[in-house]
């Protein structure tokens, strides 16, 4: 069965210092993978995605995502946090082998919270 | 450019009551359509998406239902609301084309069912 695990519910860092939000993902097939952002009440935002080539894949505002086959992972990183970042973070897959079948299967979300 | 819309942005309804929530989509023709409940603010739960006009293809039994009468509209309704029906609905489109992969949301609509 597909899914996808966010495995911290909350991810804490001060401004200026790297954050790291974590995914692992596990499909039958090949994955495509994305990232995206939701602000309170706000609708979520695409951020990124992993598709083919290159595993480092970079985003808006900055983020950017590694595409790790053997861990099954596509952590989502940016190397200097600003408080404005503070937001829901979600990952999504999709199987690429799966057809006319474009459902994305998601993530739980990580609250991330830049402190000043 | 595209644009996704929905309205309206906040809904409070009775229990029992009819409930019709409506988007719309901008700038392309025959995107796949989806429905998603988020609730307490946090997972997306899909609800419904169509691949064109008059399909329909329900992920969860529920009291909702969907439909979409016309290429670029998608409705969400209900009979006779739920206490449980309470949630942030978001509505989200992707292209058909062999080179789509995202999909992209709508503002959303913050129901509350009293």
């Known amino acids: 069965a597909q899914s996808v695990a966010q495995p911290e519910d909350q991810v804490n860092v001060a401004e200026g210092n790297p954050l790291t939000v974590k995914c692992t993902y596990s499909?039958?097939?090949?994955?495509?993978l994305f990232w995206y952002v939701q602000y309170p009440n706000r609708g979520l935002q695409f951020l990124l995605k992993?598709?083919?080539?290159d595993n480092l894949v970079k985003g808006s505002y900055g983020f950017e995502a590694e595409f790790n086959k053997s861990q099954t992972s596509f952590h989502l990183k940016k190397p200097s946090a600003l408080v404005s970042d503070s937001a829901l973070y979600f990952c999504?897959?999709?199987?690429?082998?799966?057809?006319?079948?474009?459902?994305?299967?998601w993530g739980l979300g990580t609250s991330l919270a830049v402190n000043p | 450019s595209q644009t996704i819309h929905q309205w309206p942005a906040t809904l409070v309804q009775p229990v029992g009551s009819p409930l019709s929530l409506e988007c719309t989509v901008e700038?392309?023709?025959?995107?796949?359509l989806y429905w998603y409940r988020q609730a307490a603010g946090r997972g997306l739960q899909l609800l419904f998406y169509?691949?064109?006009?008059?399909?329909i293809s329900s992920e969860v039994p529920q009291n909702l239902s969907a439909s979409r009468p016309q290429d670029r509209q998608f409705i969400l309704s209900s009979k006779k609301l739920l206490l449980s029906d309470s949630g942030f609905y978001l509505c989200?489109?992707?292209?058909?084309?062999?080179?789509?992969?995202?999909?992209?949301f709508g503002p959303g609509t913050r129901l509350t069912v009293t």
């Open positions: 989200a489109w992707s292209s058909t084309g062999l080179r789509s992969y995202e999909q992209y």
């Open positions: 700038g392309t023709s025959n995107p796949n």
């Open positions: 169509s691949v064109g006009i008059g399909q």
């Open positions: 499909v039958s097939g090949n994955p495509y």
């Open positions: 992993y598709i083919t080539g």
């Open positions: 999504a897959v999709r199987d690429r082998d799966a057809g006319n079948n474009r459902k994305l299967i």
